[in-house]
């Protein structure tokens, strides 16, 4: 059974730092696209960031240059450091473990969130 257990969410001031994980567990990590995607209310689910089997990394317009993405295969875990949060970082952030199969198929697994408030 794949599981994706994300940790580090809270309360921060405008300008703070936080640091997100998520601990990976019945899957081969290493070979998946890791991502975290976040959707704040009234909104839709975006990606934020993802790093792939390669170690190659993706960011959104929105965070580049605030939001750190990597992965630790050694220990199926990947972390993303946010830096200078805004109000509009405000959101909950999914875990997400992709690949896609020689056939086609597609698979995707979602950790349960962590919230990430900020506010003065």
């Known amino acids: 059974q794949v599981q994706l257990v994300e940790s580090g969410g809270g309360l921060v001031q405008p300008g703070g730092s936080l640091r997100l994980s998520c601990a990976a567990s019945?899957?081969?990590?290493?070979?998946?696209?890791m991502g975290w995607y976040r959707q704040s209310p009234g909104k839709q689910r975006e990606l934020v960031a993802e790093?792939?089997?390669?170690?190659?990394?993706y960011y959104s317009d929105s965070v580049k240059g605030r939001f750190t993405i990597s992965r630790d295969n050694a220990k199926n875990t990947v972390a993303l450091q946010i830096n200078s949060l805004k109000p509009e970082d405000t959101a909950v952030y999914y875990c997400?473990?992709?690949?896609?199969?020689?056939?086609?198929?597609?698979?995707?697994?979602w950790g349960q969130g962590t919230q990430v408030a900020v506010s003065s």
């Open positions: 997400n473990a992709y690949n896609r199969l020689a056939s086609g198929r597609r698979i995707n697994y």
């Open positions: 019945g899957l081969s990590f290493s070979i998946y696209t």
């Open positions: 790093v792939f089997s390669s170690g190659s990394t």
